[in-house]
């Protein structure tokens, strides 16, 4: 069973269709998600600040190492090769 698993994994990332998952996208995260969608790599990024998140929805960086237009072919490409989404809560707030 592992062995399958495994074998499937590495299939999808040969073929890059594996989803990369990015957790923060902040100046490591966003940058990070950039290249793996630049590669090919459908990336979905997480991030708990939702001003963050659409901005990355409108293709606006605010790294300063990535460019908008950079950003902006990723995010407004029709095959959608990275988007950002803000998780819920589950559970009570504090």
């Given amino acids: 069973m592992v062995t399958r698993m495994k ?3 590495l299939t ?3 073929d890059h ?10 100046y490591v995260g966003l940058p990070l998600a950039v290249a793996f969608a630049e ?3 459908p990336v979905v990024g997480i991030e708990v600040d939702g001003r963050k998140v659409a901005a990355v929805q409108r293709g606006e960086s605010y790294v300063q190492d990535i460019p908008s237009e950079r950003l902006a072919a990723l ?5 959608r090769t ?6 819920s809560t589950i559970g009570p707030r504090r």
């Fill in 7 to 9: 074998h499937q994994l």
């Fill in 82 to 87: 990275m988007e950002g989404h803000q998780p």
């Fill in 75 to 79: 995010t407004n490409d029709e095959r």
């Fill in 39 to 41: 590669k090919g790599f």
């Fill in 17 to 26: 269709s594996a989803t990369v998952a990015v957790i923060g996208l902040g």
């Fill in 12 to 14: 999808k990332i040969h």
